[in-house]
């Protein structure tokens, strides 16, 4: 029905830059929300940015400033753009979408994203 494929991760120095890919495929998908999210091993996943299908964007307080999502409509792909990155944003970032309000949660296989000197 939906899938998600997140590419782009990968080894940064504290202060680069990575921008992250998340492309959709299948009958149901319609950008309803598309958000970035990320999981460190023992720590719960949290919510990095969305965006619903208007456009309008939400941000976790930790990347506000540094992180920004966008989109390719016609390619059905979501970005995120990282900038100043910091080693607390090392994690395993997914892509996850809804297709409805009441619709399950479709997630991508995840990125690797480290930042390290």
């Known amino acids: 029905q939906v899938q998600l494929v997140e590419s782009g991760g990968g080894l940064v120095q504290p202060g680069g830059s990575l921008r992250l890919s998340c492309s959709a495929s299948?009958?149901?998908?319609?950008?309803?929300?598309v958000g970035w999210y990320r999981q460190v091993p023992g720590k719960e996943r949290e919510m990095v940015a969305t965006m619903i299908s208007n456009g309008f964007t939400n941000y976790a307080d930790s990347v506000k400033g540094r992180f920004s999502i966008s989109r390719d409509i016609r390619r059905k792909t979501y970005y995120l753009q990282m900038n100043n990155l910091k080693p607390e944003d090392t994690a395993v970032y997914y892509c996850?979408?809804?297709?409805?309000?009441?619709?399950?949660?479709?997630w991508g296989q995840g990125t690797q994203v480290t930042v390290s000197s």
């Open positions: 996850k979408t809804k297709i409805s309000s009441s619709s399950g949660d479709y």
């Open positions: 299948g009958s149901h998908f319609n950008g309803y929300v």
